[in-house]
């Protein structure tokens, strides 16, 4: 149990196009997804809860007009990088949890390179 | 806001050897502390967790402990094997995790 799945696992795209990710938790509701930003050899950077049906909180420093979040139901949140450049080339991970628990289900990843 | 410090960065073992990678952490109202295990190029894998309630927890080869008085709490892992080698994170919080800085566990067959 507790399976969380991204869409795509890699994307290319040209400079200045947008971009969009997909979070689903496969076999459970969940209340809460958190979006993250991971660049090489480093530790897991919060950009963003969503609460279901709500709009997100951003963390400070993360632009919520560039990078738009967006968590239509229970198990299903998306990303979107909206005119991307090189800079934004990093991987992308989700979590899915639910009310009743603290715990974080990840999800298995998203690679955005920007040429 | 909770912020939390895992040490070391790097930990090179030898297989059968024990790995301990320790962190701490500041806000006291923190009740909840998992380790992650990430390989490359994949997402953070829960490998144990616990709760402030608990001092001690262990799962086969792995345990981890806490003192919330000192705001300490550690991994263990014994009989270590080369399947271990991956990056660990700590984290600590009470709805918002905040991640540790990551330690890569290397274990040399």
């Known amino acids: 149990g507790a399976v969380v799945s991204q869409h795509p696992s890699r994307v290319i795209c040209k400079s200045g196009t947008s971009v969009k990710i997909e979070c689903r938790s496969l076999d459970f509701q969940a209340t809460t997804m958190f979006w993250y930003r991971q660049f090489p050899k480093q530790s897991l950077m919060l950009m963003a809860t969503s609460n279901e049906g709500s709009k997100a909180t951003y963390e400070q420093g993360v632009e919520k007009d560039k990078f738009l979040i967006n968590h239509a139901s229970l198990t299903l949140s998306t990303l979107t990088v909206t005119s991307a450049h090189p800079e934004d080339s990093s991987f992308y991970i989700c979590?899915?949890?639910?009310?009743?628990?603290?715990?974080?289900?990840f999800g298995p990843g998203t690679r955005l390179l920007v040429l | 806001g909770e912020n939390v410090e895992q040490h070391p960065s790097t930990l090179s073992v030898q297989e059968g050897d024990s790995a301990v990678i320790k962190c701490t952490y500041s806000d006291s109202a923190s009740n909840y502390f998992p380790w992650y295990k990430q390989e490359l190029g994949k997402g953070p894998q829960l490998i144990i967790d616990?709760?402030?309630?608990?001092g001690e927890k262990k799962d086969q080869r792995i345990a981890v402990t806490l003192n919330k008085t000192a705001k300490h709490f550690s991994l263990h892992i014994t009989e270590t094997q080369p399947e271990d080698s991956a990056v660990y994170f700590c984290?600590?919080?009470?709805?918002?995790?905040?991640f540790g800085a990551g330690t890569r566990l290397t274990v040399k067959p």
């Open positions: 979590s899915a949890t639910t009310v009743a628990k603290q715990t974080q289900y």
């Open positions: 984290a600590a919080g009470l709805g918002d995790m905040r």
């Open positions: 616990i709760r402030s309630n608990v």
